[in-house]
């Protein structure tokens, strides 16, 4: 619990402005007067430069209880256990008084992005739009008395290395690194009880940040051995990379190829780039149309799901190397997770696991969902977002009336500064949007076969081969008062060819979605969520979890394509063209839906 006795992404990020920012450059021996305490410890090598708008007059320090205001630091040190170059900004409260402690609270970029600099900070946001820079956020917390450290992860802005994805033996390093830096160097921090009440003087610590920014939290709370986090919010973050970049062994071929491109250009400041590992291996992966091993086991050590499930991981980048560390389960730590529904990166049920991760460590653990995510990027077409609903829900950050960033704040305040009951405004049971201002509050997401169980009957597709889908029409039509569906559908589905085809071989590749038929005739892929299903026998999976309220007179469906432009080049016809494949497919089996019923309204 903190001490309460001391009074008080997909990425889109401003590089630091070059003689305009008019940054200036000080020697560590001048930090004192910045309340920068002590060394910079161990062999770190610290350059320190300050806002022109924010810099002090040389030589002034306000006396022991006189307040200023806050600047924002640049800082650069160099992490002894990779030998890379980090950097990070360190942002005082906005008003900060000598003598007095703060709550600090971590921010990372998306993939591709770099930190919030000491350039000036743009204005808060539109309420309710996501904050995609983490400008907005940054000054809210300083404004309620946060001191907010932005970091550069490895390979990305002015931080050296080459890229490798949240990897715990280098861009873990790095981040313990920062840690240890600040409390060696900072006598401004507040300290108190640990989450897990092992230490009773332990850093006040938050985490917050979307995509790589989520990722960086939870790799944090499960490698640090001082256990420093007490409060974490990551928003759009994977659960586990190698399902999440290739569903059912098939590369996701508009995300895939974007996500490579904004990791190689990510650090062009410092000359870094992806490594070469990752980039050899994507090229091989896209070439035979599934993750190599060696790529899958790289992934699967950077995800989370390495740590809550115990995975065994041989290799972390090819022959001869191994992950340095086992798996284990987090500390008790607080979690609010947000997640997109209509997310076709990293979709609603990676952040589902990851929430059901934390769950077991006993911490106060909270999930809602958004219609915003990696979906407002359009990497991947959403037409469903402009036909069936209003096209403004995409840039609305919020569960119901419940604002993410809102959310975020009070959580961080009955957990980083103790004010009982701040995050009352955060439902308790999982929040699911259904549409921009719509959600359900549900005491636990149904899943698989707690569903709403209907039979698919053989149901013909040519794997392969683009076009409308098959439409399996699942129960009776939907009564005058409509009906929610909300959680995450299971299919239990055989694939079967004829003789001939069999005789001719290959190995197709279907893919299945929710579906909803309206009266109209119109047809609508729920949430645009899609799961591919990989060659001929039986299939048991999830599908994406989904959220939607159904109108009356509409009927649920099952829709199953043979070829999906999601999947444009990784799909039955590939890259792999001794692999290709048109080939005639019947499905049956059984699916169960999360049907929730009629009376459920937004929180």
């Not at 035979?288 to 991981?313: E, I, M």
């Not at 959600?439 to 698989?448: E, F, I, Q, W």
Request: hydrophobic share 40%; with cysteine.
């Amino acid at each position: 619990m903190p001490q309460t006795s001391s009074p008080s992404l997909a990425p889109r990020r401003r590089l630091p402005r070059g003689l305009g920012a008019a940054l200036l450059a000080v020697p560590l021996v001048c930090a004192t007067s910045w309340a920068l305490a002590g060394s910079a410890g161990g062999s770190a090598s610290v350059t320190v430069s300050v806002s022109a708008p924010l810099a002090l007059p040389s030589g002034t320090t306000p006396q022991s209880g006189g307040s200023r205001a806050g600047r924002a630091i640049d800082v650069k040190i160099q992490s002894q256990a990779t030998g890379d170059t980090v950097a990070f900004t360190l942002f005082e409260p906005a008003t900060f008084t000598e003598g007095q402690t703060y709550p600090l609270v971590l921010h990372g970029h998306g993939y591709g992005g770099s930190r919030a600099t000491a350039s000036p900070i743009a204005a808060p946001a539109v309420p309710g739009a996501p904050d995609l820079t983490g400008d907005a956020t940054i000054q809210d917390l300083r404004a309620n008395g946060y001191g907010v450290v932005s970091i550069d992860q490895r390979g990305h802005g002015d931080s050296s290395g080459n890229v490798r994805v949240m990897d715990p033996d280098f861009e873990g390093k790095d981040l313990l690194a920062i840690l240890d830096w600040l409390e060696a160097n900072l006598n401004w921090l507040r300290y108190g009880v640990s989450a897990d009440g092992t230490d009773p003087h332990n850093l006040v610590l938050g985490a917050m940040g979307g995509s790589y920014g989520g990722m960086y939290q939870l790799l944090l709370a499960h490698i640090d051995p001082k256990r420093r986090l007490d409060a974490i919010v990551p928003e759009i973050a994977p659960h586990d990379l190698p399902n999440s970049l290739a569903p059912g062994s098939v590369p996701k071929a508009l995300w895939d190829p974007a996500l490579l491109a904004l990791g190689s250009k990510a650090g062009v400041k410092t000359g870094s780039t992806s490594d070469p590992f990752l980039l050899e291996q994507f090229t091989l992966s896209f070439a035979q149309n599934r993750l190599t091993p060696g790529l899958k086991d790289f992934f699967a050590y950077h995800s989370t799901s390495y740590w809550c499930n115990g995975r065994a991981v041989l290799t972390n980048g090819g022959p001869g190397t191994r992950p340095e560390l086992l798996p284990r389960q987090a500390p008790r730590v607080n979690a609010l997770f947000v997640q997109g529904m209509r997310d076709t990166l990293f979709n609603f049920n990676e952040g589902l696991a990851n929430y059901q991760c934390l769950m077991r460590s006993g911490g106060d653990v909270r999930l809602m969902t958004t219609q915003t995510g990696h979906n407002s990027l359009q990497v991947v077409p959403d037409p469903g977002a402009y036909l069936f609903q209003n096209p403004q829900d995409q840039v609305k950050d919020q569960c119901g009336r419940v604002q993410t960033m809102a959310a975020r704040r009070a959580f961080f305040d009955q957990h980083l500064k103790g004010i009982a009951g701040a995050a009352d405004v955060v439902p308790r049971q999982a929040c699911l949007s259904l549409s921009g201002d719509d959600a359900v509050l549900v005491d636990k997401v149904t899943t698989g076969r707690a569903g709403t169980a209907y039979t698919v009957p053989a149901t013909q597709v040519v794997a392969g081969v683009q076009g409308a889908p098959a439409i399996v029409k699942l129960g009776a039509l939907t009564g005058g008062r409509g009906d929610v569906l909300a959680g995450v559908p299971q299919v239990q589905l055989n694939l079967a060819t004829n003789a001939l085809s069999a005789v001719v071989g290959g190995e197709p590749i279907v893919f299945v979605g929710t579906g909803v038929v309206y009266p109209s005739g119109l047809v609508e892929l729920v949430d645009n969520q899609l799961q591919p299903l990989r060659g001929l026998g039986l299939h048991d999976v999830a599908l994406p979890g989904v959220g939607k309220r159904l109108p009356a007179g509409s009927q649920l469906a099952l829709l199953v394509y043979g070829a999906h432009t999601q999947y444009l080049v990784t799909g039955s016809l590939s890259l792999n063209v001794r692999q290709a494949t048109v080939m005639p497919v019947t499905v049956s089996g059984t699916t169960w839906m999360p049907r929730l019923g009629t009376d459920l309204r937004a929180p």
